[in-house]
């Protein structure tokens, strides 16, 4: 029996469920493979990447939906998806970004509409619905943090996450919601050994004349794909990247430096130790292979046991 890719469920003999082609579009019955290799789309990311306002370490390509013709299509202008491929060097990163991005919707962190799907040589690629595009030519402002906090993206790194909270005060409409839904994120990145979020991981929004947290992107355990070598934190808390405690997270930097009180501390604590065992059900559905589910779990494990104690 095959399962989805949208959604990790049984479908039988297809290759998508119908829940999860409802969630892409109302007008999908089926979606077919993507008509490009992972090699292929890496091709293409190359050319198009001084074209495309979208860049980064991960190739990728702008896309459309088209429903009529049941498939993605690659666009270099007013795409509405995101589609990443396989990485040549790190294995099954679309596979981990998918079911991070899974397990912090169920933490109840913002994320947009992403899945897995199917390309034309058989492997996965993942996909993700641009949060700033309401049609083609219509986007809402958004800037990331590297912007905001005026360094070039060379500089991502070259910052702190106790400066972070001083642009969430200066640009936020409501600065304490956003300071909440902030500090949830880096306690959710911590647990699952995303150690790569620098300042163009986060971004504000602008919507309903609010200004906001975008909905959380780039979750991934990258902590598992770089090994002994990786840090904790992309930018430094408390002058340093790694060996990061419960006091340094949550009194230091949720409490001292973030401004939260103790209940809202503790109820961000216990969302987030409450939706453990759904975690681990979602690992264990996930398309990630058996190695890579046991070294996530471990990961999540350990910094469970460090968090929560």
């Known amino acids: 029996m095959n399962k989805c890719p949208l959604t990790y469920q049984p479908c039988g003999d297809r290759k998508y469920s119908s829940e999860g ?7 999908l019955d089926d979606l077919h493979d993507f008509p490009y290799s992972a090699f292929e789309i890496r091709q293409t990311a190359a050319i198009n990447m001084k074209k495309m306002s979208i860049q980064g370490v991960q190739p990728k390509v702008s896309a459309l939906l088209n429903t009529k013709k049941q498939t993605f299509e690659i666009v270099e202008a007013g795409g509405l998806f995101i589609i990443k491929p396989q990485h040549d060097h790190f294995p099954q990163m679309p596979e981990n970004e998918d ?3 899974k397990m912090a919707a169920l933490a109840g962190i913002e994320t947009p509409l992403h899945g897995l799907i199917w390309c034309s040589d058989g492997t996965l690629s993942y996909f993700i619905k641009r949060f700033d595009r309401i049609e083609k030519k219509n986007k809402l402002p958004l800037e990331d943090f590297g912007q905001l906090a005026q360094l070039p993206p060379e500089q991502k790194y070259d910052y702190t996450l ?14 304490v919601i956003e300071k909440r839904h902030f500090f949830k994120r880096i306690l959710f990145s911590f647990l699952t050994g995303n150690e ?3 300042l163009k991981n986060f971004s504000l929004i602008t ?10 992107y780039d979750l991934l355990n990258s902590t598992m794909l770089l090994g002994p070598q990786a840090e904790e934190s992309a930018l430094m808390l408390a002058g340093k990247r790694k060996n990061l405690s419960k006091r340094d997270l949550v009194d230091y930097f ?18 987030l130790s409450n939706a453990i065992p759904q975690w681990e059900i979602l690992i264990e559905q996930s398309f990630l292979n058996e190695n890579a589910r046991n070294a996530f779990r471990d990961i999540l494990k350990k910094r469970s046991e460090r968090l929560f104690g």
Not at 207 to 216: F, K
Not at 254 to 271: H, I, P
Request: hydrophobic share 35%; aromatic share 6%.
């Open 21 to 27: 082609l409802r969630k892409l579009s109302r007008y």
């Open 207 to 216: 919507r309903n004349n609010r200004v906001e947290l975008s909905p959380a």
């Open 99 to 101: 079911l991070t991005m």
């Open 254 to 271: 949720g409490g001292e430096k973030s401004g939260l009180n103790s209940s809202v501390l503790d109820a961000v604590l216990l969302e």
């Open 162 to 175: 106790e400066k972070t909270v001083k642009i969430i005060e200066t640009y936020c409409t409501f600065p």
């Open 196 to 198: 790569d979020m620098h």
